[in-house]
């Protein structure tokens, strides 16, 4: 079981510029989320998937970010235009169930927007 | 709506002290309670839970009992390693929404 993979570890860019940040969940999980992690807010719970559609993506802070999930094996996070505000940690996880399933976490993509 | 509220940290023990990291809750219904530890550099893990009042969750000596008349889920060891310094997440789950997060808790432990 290789983990939830989440590429790339660190990513630093410029204002304005479109980041992307993948994930491939663990094989057989039907649930991914994507969250993001600052020292101010902690953890942000950013949009969950369910069988590859989305359920709920009323934490995206706004319409700059993006989410999708073309199968089960990928997802993607697209910040477009990027600001210095944005930079932080962003996390997928996934699970195998419904909200008490443990989630098994990335090990993250760590966001600086000069 | 549910949350969680965790005793802010850092909490620095030395080596062989006894951690309790307070963790209360607000939620509808009989929710799931969790802790997860954040390693540095790395993505959480589920580190305990219990998904029912008088359940005791442990694993790796980290131990936690769900108080339902107090409303409380607290972890604790009895004697900390240097290895266990981390950040720890309180988290629960009403069953059809996600987890709820607390804000983290730091421990340094120093030998």
């Known amino acids: 079981d290789a983990g939830v993979i989440q590429s790339p570890r660190h990513e630093v860019t410029e204002m304005g510029q479109e980041v992307t940040l993948r994930c491939k969940p663990i094989?057989?999980?039907?649930?991914l989320f994507w969250y993001r992690q600052t020292m101010m807010r902690g953890l942000e719970l950013l949009i969950y998937?369910?069988?590859?559609?989305?359920?709920?993506d009323s934490g995206m802070p706004e319409d700059r970010f993006s989410a999708k999930m073309p199968n089960a094996s990928f997802s993607t996070l697209k910040i477009q235009p990027s600001e210095p505000r944005d930079s932080a940690v962003y996390f997928c996880?996934?699970?195998?169930?419904?909200?008490?399933?443990?989630?098994?976490f990335g090990n993250g993509t760590r966001l600086t927007v000069t | 709506g549910d949350s969680v509220t965790q005793m802010e940290g850092p909490v620095t023990l030395s080596e062989e002290a006894f951690l309790t990291i307070n963790c209360t809750y607000t939620?509808?219904?009989?929710?799931?309670l969790f802790w997860y530890v954040q390693y540095p550099g790395e993505g959480l893990q589920l580190l305990l839970k219990?998904?029912?009042?008088?359940d005791k969750g442990s694993n790796k000596g980290f131990e936690a009992t769900y108080r339902k008349e107090t409303t409380s889920f607290h972890l604790e060891k009895g004697s900390v390693q240097v290895s266990d310094s981390a950040v720890y997440f309180c988290?629960?789950?009403?069953?059809?929404?996600?987890?709820?997060f607390g804000k983290g808790t730091r421990l340094s432990v120093i030998a």
């Open positions: 998937f369910n069988n590859n559609v989305p359920i709920d």
């Open positions: 219990a998904t029912k009042a008088d």
């Open positions: 939620a509808t219904g009989y929710p799931s």
């Open positions: 996880a996934s699970s195998s169930g419904p909200h008490n399933s443990p989630l098994h």
């Open positions: 988290a629960l789950s009403s069953g059809n929404t996600p987890l709820v």
């Open positions: 094989s057989g999980h039907d649930y």
